[in-house]
């Protein structure tokens, strides 16, 4: 009832006291309807937490997760339906337990230490971890622990929710073995393998410690394969397999990566032939007899070994050279190992890169041409120019031939070098003709070029892309070793060249091959004589009488001869006298830049002791003054170098046992037996040598004084002697000259 419901006073009863009774009526109804209002209200919040309350046991009854309460010091408190499923503990087994009944023992201490650390200061910890049921079981769990607290914030409980992933973790562990393990053999697969590759790179690292890896290639088990199915092929890889894999220690790995290709990774080496015995097991696994249903089959192993760290390189690249290594082996008769050859393999590396950067030099223009005139020492004229390739390079400057030529001298890249040397020789030819300077000029071409069958049509196609400059003005220069391959092959050839007007020069003539043979049947009208004979000929008896004989075949063929490497006037004063006139070497000029040869051509003359010859013959008493005069140089060096302690033993000191000795005694006693100097000219030579002699002996016998002056006076006799002997000679030519050399020579 409001208090609009109260009625009002009555006539007659409207004083205060009623009035007042009237206020305190309506105060206590308001009273009464405030207390049945919290009653309500308090009756609704009981109903709302019974609600809440029976929700929550639902919830706790029928999770689908286990769940697992405890107090602050782990004693287990509640736990679901669920809990006891996962499990296996009842709820009467489980309350007043400890968690740690459920302990694996899969996990490290360090793993509980961090998950209470997290609770601690975090609240809560999320993870995985492998438990125990209670039939023993290991089960897999996604596990959240949290940290209850109350109001003020201090932890009352912890409740552990958690799943059963155990069939996740199998059907991961199923999928990770099916990406990491060979399906036939059970073996690792190519990735697995690489892994476990750079595992052992890096213990190996830390350890200090050689690894091998070997690869292995089944040798007949493509016929096996073809000739009984594929079915008994698969026995046989299996079988295979297993045999290798037991013939490997502890620690090492074997892989399937293919087919019928293995991988092992030998870890651990201390010494890198401690991987000999295993290769030894494995060779012996694979060659081993195998029966598969009815069959013996055998089969066996190329196996290929490279070595880490002395392979230094990554991964993938041990696998490539063990690879082919084992390529090696079994070209080599199979059923054996073959060792990678790591400085082999760094050599062809570094000849491929000098390939690629060779073409690339081709490509930019860095190649230029230095030419190196050819004279006559007896007239001063100009005969030629050799053209010889400098790369100018942008970082190591100016590189001589021997820095490259060598990379591409059995490689295509070569020929297209050796073709732009032509061409741009006969541009140069072109462009001096023009300026009025009319030479020749000699190019070298190698055997690869030179014996390429479109070789004639490609120098018709440059001399035709030249046509103001003759054939005859290109001078093709080979070595005499060229035309072993073929002989008859590389003779047409070089006649058809010539058919042309190209002409043709045998080039380092005496250091390969020579014979009669190829003066004979070879058509090149120049004889290029080494310059390693006629740098050592001023002291070298035997290399000045190979350019003798060389000198000899050039006029007995009707050849042209030239001598390279001459460096000094000596040189030339004792190649005219042998009969040798053509020369080039750093004694005339260096190679120079073509801009360079016209000027040098201008204001070059030979030297007044080359020149002396121009009206003057060689004579076979020349030749015996040449042998003289370095036979007795190189006589008087062995005694320095004896007396200096560079040689043990002294040169012989009679004056029987050298070459003027013998010439005096026949040919010169009857050419000049009868001229007055002719006695003493021999008493000298004896002189000389009993001299000679006498510094030995008192060397050897420990009196070594006054070397000095005996040497200088050794020197003073030999340059006498073979002063005499010129004048000798020149006087008798006075006389009665002499027949002029012939094919017949001393």
């Known amino acids: 009832m409001t208090s609009d419901q109260y009625p009002a006073p009555r006539p007659g009863h409207d004083g205060p006291e009623a009035q007042q009774l009237l206020d305190e009526l309506r105060l206590r109804h308001r009273a009464l309807e405030a207390e049945n209002a919290a009653l309500r209200l308090a009756h609704d919040a009981a109903k709302r937490s019974e609600q809440a309350l029976r929700l929550a046991a639902s919830v706790f009854a029928h999770a689908r997760e286990g769940i697992m309460v405890t107090d602050l010091s782990g004693t287990i408190v509640e736990v679901n339906d669920t809990f006891s499923q996962i499990t296996g503990y009842s709820r009467e087994e489980a309350l007043g337990q400890n968690p740690r009944m459920l302990k694996s023992g899969r996990q490290p201490a360090e793993f509980y230490t961090e998950m209470w650390r997290a609770l601690v200061d975090d609240g809560h910890w999320c993870g995985e971890a492998w438990n125990r049921r209670k039939d023993g079981e290991f089960y897999a769990q996604k596990v959240t622990v949290s940290a209850v607290r109350d109001a003020a914030g201090a932890t009352q409980n912890y409740v552990a929710l958690f799943t059963d992933i155990t069939h996740m973790k199998q059907h991961a562990q199923q999928i990770e073995h099916i990406a ?15 892994d476990r590759l750079q595992q052992a790179i890096a213990h190996s690292q830390r350890h200090q410690q050689s690894l091998a890896v070997v690869y292995l290639d089944l040798d007949g088990f493509k016929a096996i394969n073809d000739r009984h199915g594929h079915k008994t092929g698969d026995e046989l890889l299996i079988g295979v397999a297993q045999r290798l894999k037991a013939a490997l220690r502890e620690g090492d790995t074997i892989a399937r990566i293919g087919g019928d290709e293995f991988v092992a990774v030998l870890v651990e080496l201390d010494q890198p032939q401690d991987c000999e015995p295993v290769l030894a097991r494995l060779l012996q696994a694979a060659a081993a007899p195998l029966r598969v249903e009815q069959l013996e089959l055998r089969v066996s192993a190329s196996v290929g070994v490279t070595l880490y760290p002395q392979d230094g390189a990554d991964a993938d690249l041990l696998m490539r050279h063990a690879d082919q290594a084992m390529y090696q082996a079994k070209q080599a ?12 393999d760094e050599a062809a590396r570094q000849h491929r890169d000098a390939l690629e950067h060779i073409r690339r030099a081709l490509e930019r223009g860095e190649f230029v041409l230095y030419y190196q005139p050819k004279v006559n020492m007896k007239t001063g004229a100009i005969i030629g120019a050799e053209a010889l390739i400098r790369w100018q390079h942008p970082e190591r400057g100016l590189l001589p031939p021997g820095a490259f030529l060598p990379a591409v001298e059995t490689h295509p890249l070569g020929v297209r070098l050796g073709e732009w040397v032509i061409a741009s020789a006969l541009r140069q030819i072109s462009e001096w003709r023009r300026g009025g300077l009319q030479i020749t000029v000699s190019v070298n071409v190698g055997a690869h070029q030179l014996q390429r069958p479109n070789f004639l049509a490609r120098l018709s196609a440059l001399l035709d892309a030249q046509p103001d400059v003759p054939a005859h003005c290109l001078e093709l220069e080979i070595l005499e070793t060229s035309a072993l ?31 009669l043979t190829y003066l004979k049947r070879l058509p090149a009208e120049l004889l290029k004589i080494d310059q390693s004979f006629v740098r050592g000929m001023l002291e070298d008896s035997d290399s000045l009488a190979i350019i003798d004989g060389v000198v000899g075949l050039a006029t007995a063929f009707r050849r042209q001869v030239i001598a390279e490497g001459v460096e000094t006037v000596a040189h030339g004063e004792l190649l005219l006298p042998l009969g040798c006139e053509l020369a080039q070497g750093y004694g005339i000029a260096r190679p120079m830049p073509a801009a360079e040869l016209p000027g040098w051509a201008a204001t070059w003359r030979p030297d007044p002791a080359w020149t002396a010859w121009r009206n003057r ?18 006589w008087l060096r062995g005694i320095e170098n004896f007396l200096a302690g560079a040689r043990d033993a002294a040169p012989p000191t009679t004056a029987r046992s050298c070459h003027f000795s ?54 003073a006799l030999r340059d006498e002697l073979i002063d005499g002997l010129r004048r000798l000679v020149r006087d008798g030519e006075e006389l009665r000259p002499a027949p002029p050399l012939s094919a017949s020579r001393i």
Request: aromatic share 8%; proline share 4%; hydrophobic share 40%.
């Open 180 to 194: 990491h393990f060979d399906a036939l053999t059970g073996l690792p697969n190519r990735v697995l393998l690489g």
């Open 485 to 515: 391959g073929d002989m008859a092959l590389v003779s047409e050839l070089m006649h058809d060249c010539r058919a042309l007007g190209v002409q043709f020069a045998l080039d380092d003539f005496g250091t390969g091959y020579s014979s």
């Open 662 to 715: 013998r010439w005096h005694a026949s040919e010169g006693q009857v050419r000049y037996g009868a001229h007055p100097h002719f006695p003493p000219l021999i008493a000298l030579h004896e002189q000389l040598h009993m001299q000679g002699h006498e510094l030995v002996t008192l060397y050897s016998a420990g009196q070594d004084g006054h070397m000095a002056v005996r040497l200088a006076q050794l020197h």
């Open 617 to 634: 013959p060689a004579r076979r008493d020349d030749v015996a003054v040449v042998f003289a005069e370095v036979e007795h140089n190189h």
């Open 333 to 344: 008769g199979k059923n054996r190992y073959h060792l990678f050859d790591v400085s082999r």
